[in-house]
């Protein structure tokens, strides 16, 4: 499984898109990057996934670089309950969770 | 559908003790899978089954701890005997399957267990 860098903690404004950062440098072909997030007290929850190309739903949106060896969750109008941390999983088998970003959503 | 379904929400327990964990995942769903979290390790994997056969439990810490999934909608974890290290939040997760496209796991609410 590839390993991944994401920063411990960030900061972001109610009502501002939080841009959520992930290294994965050695990402193979064929693993796919998704994205959970836990907010306190509760299990972890998906957001998103993507393999080449960008992504967008109903949460959030997706960008991969063009050689797959990072990636950005945008949370495009955060609010406070949004406040969790977030877990970014190259995977193409089982999940494994990492230490994952802290991100406060400050009023 | 309910989403997974785990029990009890809270366990307090004494050293020694034998505990067993519950988890009724989401109907249809062939995957499930059991994860750890403490403060000191994050979440990490413990097992997970496939039409109720394991298939990797790599993650298992040691011989006390044991899982079964005698049928589809129903799987166990078991503590014997529990020690306090044990300590910490037990989430199962079910998912409709890891070759698809789309897998996404839902969690359950957790057991949080605390061994005294």
């Known amino acids: 499984d590839a390993k991944t860098t994401q920063p411990p903690s960030m900061d972001c404004a109610e009502g501002r898109a939080a841009n959520l950062p992930c290294n994965h440098s050695?990402?193979?072909?064929?693993?796919?990057v998704y994205w959970y997030r836990q907010i306190h007290s509760q299990g972890p929850q998906y957001i998103i996934h993507?393999?080449?190309n960008n992504e967008t739903n109903e949460m959030a949106s997706l960008i991969i670089t063009e050689d797959r060896k990072s990636s950005t969750l945008i949370l495009p109008h955060a609010t406070l309950r949004d406040t969790a941390v977030y877990y970014c999983i190259p995977r193409d088998d089982k999940i494994i969770f990492g230490k994952g970003t802290r991100l406060h959503i400050l009023p | 559908d309910a989403g997974v379904i785990q029990s009890p929400r809270h366990e307090v327990t004494e050293m020694g003790q034998e505990v067993t964990l519950r988890c009724k995942p989401i109907?249809?769903?062939?995957?499930l899978f059991w994860y750890r979290q403490t403060m000191m390790r994050g979440l990490e994997l413990l097992i997970y089954?496939?039409?109720?056969?394991?298939?990797?439990d790599s993650g298992m810490p040691e011989d006390r701890f044991s899982a079964k999934m005698p049928n589809a909608s129903f799987s166990t974890l078991k503590i014997q005997p529990s020690e306090p290290r044990d300590s910490a939040v037990y989430f199962c997760?079910?998912?409709?399957?890891?070759?698809?496209?789309?897998?996404?796991?839902?969690f359950g609410p957790g057991t949080r267990l605390t061994v005294l």
């Open positions: 050695t990402i193979s072909g064929n693993e796919y």
């Open positions: 997760a079910s998912s409709g399957g890891i070759a698809e496209e789309v897998h996404e796991q839902f």
């Open positions: 993507g393999l080449k």
């Open positions: 089954f496939n039409n109720n056969v394991p298939i990797d």
């Open positions: 109907s249809g769903h062939d995957y």
